[in-house]
């Protein structure tokens, strides 16, 4: 198992998101877990492009300080939203012969529903933790339907395995 920690970047990471500090809470317990199980955790980051405020340089593109990455963690660029879309990581993943990701991160109804709808077509199998994912309201949902929308009624028994804290640090411990 990998667990991909997706766009948990400055510019994102705050207040506005559903359940601000549970998600928070959470991420960090599954970085910790994976890290005590030595399982490996991989960061990617978002990058809109040059003049955005959200791209290389940018303060808002630097990983949030909640959940950074320990001294060795490999860390990829993406500019598109699956992770997919950056063939380091893709061959990366390939070499490792790893089938099974564990997804957490931002924003439920962009990057991270991209990446598990790639992931799910690539063949891994995917699991997500209980509240290790988040968003903001949009013009056509508030943040807590966003949320529900897809960890409960989108992805479930289609594109990955939803399951609790509890159910996600022992599978993680028992890798």
């Known amino acids: 198992m990998i667990v991909l920690v997706i766009d948990v970047q400055k510019g994102i990471t705050d207040e506005r998101l559903y359940h601000f500090s549970e998600f928070i809470n959470n991420t960090r317990k599954i970085i910790e877990t994976a890290r005590k199980n030595n399982v490996e ?48 990581l ?11 990701l564990m997804i957490v991160g931002l924003q439920t109804n962009f990057c991270i529903d991209a990446t598990i709808k790639s992931a799910f077509e690539r063949g891994y199998k995917v699991i997500i933790p209980e509240g290790t994912n988040s968003t903001f ?37 028992a890798n």
Not at 65 to 87: H, T
Not at 91 to 96: D, K, R
């Open 41 to 88: 955790v991989i960061y990617v980051q978002h990058d809109d492009g040059p003049g955005t405020g959200f791209s290389i340089g940018d303060e808002e593109f630097e990983i949030a300080e909640q959940v950074m990455p320990a001294e060795g963690e490999r860390r990829y660029i993406k500019d598109i939203n699956s992770c997919f879309g950056n063939k380091e």
């Open 90 to 100: 893709v061959s990366y993943l390939e070499e490792m012969n790893e089938n099974t």
């Open 137 to 173: 309201d949009n013009d056509y949902m508030d943040k807590e339907t966003t949320y529900k929308y897809y960890n409960e009624m989108m992805w479930p028994k289609r594109f990955a395995d939803c399951v609790s804290m509890e159910d996600a640090v022992a599978l993680l411990s």
